[in-house]
């Protein structure tokens, strides 16, 4: 949530934001009603407090008819103390609801439009030309079953659509590139983590999951758990309702975990292979940090990100991502997409957000330093989501008869192998 001070002193910015969003703008002043009643029914609640408080000393040492006024002064004082009592509950709890439901304000240098209205930052890479070399290039589907690496059939029998098996070398592929990943996260000061993938309601509404974004969340019912669909939940419920020293800053996670996304909205969208799918598995960056940090944290992120896919050789472009395709929570988002040859367009593999304090202030987590106590900065960053990494891998790797070029960087974590080969049929 954001600072309710900066929206009373700068309600205008709030408004702005919403507008850049294409949310609710009267959001804003039915937030800034809700907390003028929250702070006005609160006075009046301390002002019969105070009276009470004063009776209370008053009656003992009166006598006769004065003992007698008060008495009923006291009386009637109490009633009222109760209904002050209850109109500033419900005044707090309309307020925080209010601001429960309000969007982090966007950064000043995202972007303002719709999906289509990102800004390509640049762009890495030059996308093969098949024809050129003679043949037409296959789809990771094709590819995977030519590999005996991607088992879609078996997986609608089983689960239904939009899950999916890796086999043989297509479940070595994943854990290559979990191993890679885990590896450079390490080599850049992160501590690995193992999260749970299921998660309280207060973890996932706190990083902000339970607004926009809740049709895509799975939840079970019957014990009130939601299926994660990415460990930025539990890593930011991690320190929730804690107060971290300064000097421990910046705190770097790496999660790796299974992803749960329901995909509701996308009938019809990427319904062949491995895209976009219901259950799948990521190593996803953490970082705790101070507010006056958190830009840089949040290119270094974009940059670890880059160094990743630089090292699988595979052609990509990084977006600034507009205003109103950000997540409730973000402030600004950079993406990175990779060429998909048979596509013949950029798909997202990896993206990540600056969320400045707007998380922190939802789970009460702080840092203590030399100003005081107050919240922290926290950041996201995919470092590999694993289903469209390998269909980067395969399609812009392929060769002609079907078996895939191994990019050097991952060959130590596939024991030596230099190429995927087709396997019999």
């Known amino acids: 949530m954001i600072d309710l ?98 969007a982090n304000l966007i950064d000043p240098g995202a972007p303002v439009g719709g999906e289509e209205d990102f800004v390509t930052l640049e762009e890495i890479g030059t996308p093969r030309d098949f024809a050129a070399e003679g043949f037409e290039a296959r789809d990771h589907v094709e590819l995977g079953r030519i590999l005996g690496a991607i088992d879609t059939e078996r997986a609608a029998k089983v689960s239904g659509s939009r899950f999916y098996y890796l086999t043989g070398v297509g479940a070595l592929l994943e854990l290559a590139l979990v191993n890679m990943a885990i590896a450079q996260a390490v080599e850049a000061g992160f501590t690995p983590m193992l999260t749970p993938a299921l998660v309280k309601p207060r973890a996932m509404e706190g990083t902000g999951f339970l607004g926009q974004a809740a049709e895509n969340v799975f939840r079970l019912e019957q014990d009130d758990f939601y299926l994660v669909g990415t460990s930025e939940v539990p890593l930011a419920g991690y320190h929730m309702d804690e107060i971290i020293d300064a000097d421990r800053l910046p705190l770097r996670y790496a999660g790796f975990s299974p992803c749960f996304r329901r995909e509701a909205g996308t009938y019809g969208k990427d319904t062949r292979g491995i895209i976009r799918v219901h259950q799948f598995d990521k190593v996803e960056m953490f970082v705790y940090t101070t507010p006056e940090e958190a830009e840089a944290e949040h290119r270094r992120l974009l940059q670890w990100e880059k160094d990743f896919l630089n090292a699988l050789e595979v052609p990509y472009r990084v977006i600034d991502v507009a205003s109103g395709d950000l997540g409730a929570s973000a402030a600004r988002k950079f993406d990175i997409e990779a060429w998909v040859p048979t596509q013949g367009k950029y798909r997202e593999v990896t993206s990540t957000s600056n969320t400045t304090e707007y998380q922190s202030r939802r789970l009460s987590i702080r840092m203590r330093g030399e100003g005081g106590v107050r919240p922290l900065a926290t950041l996201n960053g995919t470092l590999v989501a694993v289903p469209r990494t390998i269909v980067a891998i395969l399609e812009n790797h392929q060769q002609a008869d079907g078996s895939v070029v191994v990019p050097k960087a991952l060959r130590p974590f596939l024991g030596g192998r230099e190429v995927l080969e087709p396997v019999a049929r």
């Open 5 to 102: 001070r900066l929206l009373r002193e700068d309600p205008d910015r709030v408004r702005a934001s919403q507008r850049a969003r294409g949310e609710d703008v009267g959001l804003v002043d039915a937030l800034l009603a809700a907390d003028e009643r929250r702070r006005s029914s609160g006075s009046r609640f301390d002002e019969l407090r105070n009276e009470q408080k004063t009776l209370g000393r008053l009656i003992p040492k009166a006598q006769g008819e004065e003992k007698a006024e008060l008495l009923r002064r006291a009386s009637a004082l109490a009633a009222e103390v109760k209904a002050a009592d209850a109109e500033q509950g419900e005044a707090r709890e309309e307020a925080e609801r209010l601001l429960g439901s309000l």
